[in-house]
């Protein structure tokens, strides 16, 4: 968990800094998040409840938000102004979808067909992991180094790929199961694979966003 | 006798008129100060500020060698300016200059405004003054600013390829991450101000269209040398506000174009048509285009970093440049080959 006391004061801090300050949270409430959808893997109701309600309820980066709101519009970086807010929403939009999921996952307490369902769950949920980890490690590259950012960026795209080819297994094996096809188990394990897909979507489109950022600002010789 | 003698006292006037006009629009259409603007080190008022007062000080103190140029040295012996030759030129200036704007095309005023003076010479000479076109002009110089019209863009380009590669080379491309990059950016706004400060006192002192006539006015006798400076000091205060009351539309509207743009490409562009524009200036005391070797600097730039250049458009600006002179000449011979018809000179 991100201390947001240990930084005194984030009006002295830069706008990189909140950056990486608000992704670390961000990235915090992710993990909480796949770790609550594990425990919902595991029948562990009490513990995916809690997981859920703290994605949803925490509203610690809005703290962040509001220092580095404050301090872009004052800033005069103009060349690289629009991109340093960019990048900015686009973290705010992974915790928009990320609660988005939690509420979704909270209308109903699944249980899962069988282990192999299980399984393929919890491996897009490592990848899931892997990328919003990376992310964050991207994200605080762009300051320091741009070819890292860039290189951690092709491993998320790469990352997300894989995940693509298990999301077709889940669905075909869904959709084969033999169950109705308007029942609440169907319609919430489809939702939630295309709940954990639209999230790794997003942060990969991010990846390629800050793919982008790397070609503008850095020449690769 | 004496309506002949207020008549030429009225044309003087009206010359001076439009020669004030002409510094004004140089400020008005200056947008030397857009990458500054853009890059937000300084308020917008005090970017005009400084822009202006550094062409009004160009102006001043470093236009005589062009401004005697086109007033006088471009003339072969024996000929001097007539107020019906310098009317005629100014005319097929501001014509050519208006055909340009309506095509689009960033035109040269100074190409314009030589080509313009070539012509009605030529007419003069053939029709009027009994003059040996052939000795109606230094050759030597006139062949010398068209020259430069040549080279002073290749030479942008060139400069600015090669400057950038070894700033590139010694110091941009170790800055690996965007926060280096911002800061080196932030030093390079500073060199900037300083950039942009010596390119508008290169582009005030090269601006020979309104004081290349002054001068002609001074040469030929109809204003003394205190006339010729008093008027020298106006056309610099008229350029000040030219830039800053009208040149602040076309700067905010290229600069809001720029808010992208680097401080450090600013700073290379500028400071290398500067030393252009000093050279031309103060070593070789020709009239060349500014924006012409702007562009030919930008291109240089976008080569460096091996970005796409579109040479179609560059093809059509290139017809119109060569046209310029060619076309200001017909236009500017044929007014006064009019003035000479209908009995007016």
């Known amino acids: 968990m991100i201390d947001l006391d240990k930084k005194k004061s984030k009006k002295k801090m830069s706008i990189d800094d909140l950056t990486q300050m608000f992704m670390d949270v961000i990235n915090d409430q992710n993990l909480k998040l796949i770790e609550g959808i594990e425990f919902l893997i595991k029948e562990d109701f009490d513990n995916f409840k809690k997981n859920l309600e703290y994605v949803i309820e925490t509203q610690t980066e809005l703290e962040v938000k509001k220092a580095f709101e404050e301090k872009i519009f004052k800033s005069k970086l103009i060349f690289s102004k629009a991109d340093r807010l960019k990048v900015f929403s686009k973290i705010n939009d992974i915790k928009a979808i990320g609660e988005f999921l939690a509420n979704k996952m909270l209308l109903y307490k699944v249980v899962f067909p069988d282990d192999d369902f299980k399984l393929q769950i919890e491996l897009i949920l490592k990848y899931l992991k892997q990328i919003s980890i990376d992310l964050a490690d991207a994200v605080k590259s762009i300051g320091s180094d741009l070819t890292r950012a860039h290189d951690i960026c092709e491993n998320i795209k790469e990352e997300r790929r894989k995940m693509r080819n298990i999301e077709w297994q889940l669905l075909m094996r869904l959709w084969n199961y033999d169950m109705d096809y308007l029942s609440r188990t169907f319609l919430y394990l489809k939702e939630l694979i295309e709940g954990i897909m639209m999230l790794a979507d997003h942060m990969k489109k991010f990846a390629e966003y800050i793919q982008f950022l790397a070609t503008k600002y850095f020449y690769f010789k | ?345």
Not at chain 2, 12 to 41: H, K, Q, R, W
Not at chain 2, 178 to 203: D, G, Y
Request: proline letters at 2%; glycine letters at 10%.
């Open chain 2, 1 to 345: 006798m004496a309506f002949e003698y207020e008549f030429a006292a009225i044309l003087i006037i009206v010359l001076i008129v439009l020669a004030f006009g002409l510094s004004f629009s140089i400020g008005a259409n200056d947008e030397t100060c857009a990458p500054l603007a853009a890059a937000g080190t300084l308020k917008f008022k005090i970017v005009l500020i400084i822009g202006g007062a550094a062409i009004a000080f160009g102006t001043i103190f470093f236009s005589e060698g062009v401004a005697s140029l086109v007033g006088q040295k471009i003339l072969g012996p024996g000929i001097k300016y007539t107020v019906f030759m310098l009317l005629a030129v100014l005319i097929s200036a501001i014509i050519w200059l208006i055909i340009g704007s309506r095509a689009g095309i960033p035109l040269s005023s100074t190409h314009s405004l030589i080509g313009s003076i070539f012509g009605v010479v030529i007419v003069y000479a053939m029709f009027s003054g009994g003059i040996d076109p052939e000795t109606a002009f230094n050759w030597e110089k006139l062949g010398g600013v068209v020259l430069s019209w040549f080279l002073s863009p290749l030479l942008g380009l060139v400069g600015t390829y090669l400057l950038y590669k070894i700033i590139d080379k010694l110091y941009l491309s170790k800055k690996k991450g965007l926060n280096e990059i911002e800061k080196s950016e932030k030093n390079f706004a500073w060199a900037l101000v300083l950039a942009i400060i010596f390119a508008e006192l290169w582009v005030g002192a090269n601006s020979a269209e309104a004081l290349g006539i002054l001068y002609a006015l001074y040469s030929n006798g109809d204003l003394t040398i205190i006339g010729y400076y008093f008027y020298v000091v106006i056309c610099a205060l008229l350029a000040f506000l030219g830039l800053f009351i009208a040149g602040r539309y076309v700067i905010k509207n290229l600069a809001s174009q720029l808010t992208d743009a680097r401080p450090s490409d600013g700073f290379i562009i500028q400071l290398s048509s500067a030393i252009i524009l000093m050279f031309c200036t103060v070593i070789f005391s020709v009239p060349v285009s500014h924006s012409h070797v702007i562009v030919f600097c930008i291109i240089g730039m976008n080569m460096a970093k091996k970005k796409e250049v579109d040479y179609g458009k560059l093809g059509k600006m290139f017809i119109f440049w060569v046209l310029t002179f060619p076309m200001a000449a017909i236009l500017a011979g044929l007014i006064y080959f009019g003035f000479i018809s209908f009995g007016i000179v």
